[in-house]
């Protein structure tokens, strides 16, 4: 059974920084595809980031070059570094683990991905 275990979220201020960390048993993060998206206060759900299987990376343009996705094969966790935080980075922060998409296409989807393994999250909290 896939299982996602999402840590690290917090309470933050704007310019502030957090790492998040994804936990995952199940599969070995080194054979698929991992991604983490968020959902807002009020709006749906969208892809953040993204890492396959051979370590390339994608983001969401509201977060490129202050997010950054990272693996860890002996641990198998992805982290999510996030810097300069905004406002508007506040949500739930969950991740994926998806052998059968490519990234571009899970970022994309966002809100319409179905994904039967979802783990509680890790609420990110951007305030002054």
């Known amino acids: 059974q896939l299982q996602t275990v999402e840590s690290g979220g917090g309470l933050v201020q704007p310019g502030g920084f957090l790492r998040l960390s994804c936990q995952v048993s199940?599969?070995?993060?080194?054979?698929?595809?991992t991604v983490w998206f968020r959902q807002g206060p009020g709006k749906e759900r969208e892809g953040v980031a993204c890492?396959?299987?051979?370590?390339?990376?994608y983001y969401t343009d509201t977060v490129t070059g202050r997010f950054t996705i990272s693996r860890d094969s002996a641990e198998n966790t992805v982290y999510l570094q996030m810097n300069n935080l905004k406002q508007e980075d506040t949500g739930v922060y969950y991740c994926?683990?998806?052998?059968?998409?490519?990234?571009?296409?899970?970022?994309?989807?966002?809100?319409?991905?179905?994904?039967?393994?979802w783990g509680q999250g890790a609420q990110v909290t951007v305030s002054s």
């Open positions: 994926a683990a998806d052998p059968n998409n490519p990234c571009p296409r899970l970022l994309e989807l966002g809100g319409k991905y179905e994904y039967p393994y």
């Open positions: 199940g599969l070995l993060l080194d054979h698929t595809t």
């Open positions: 890492i396959t299987r051979e370590g390339g990376r």
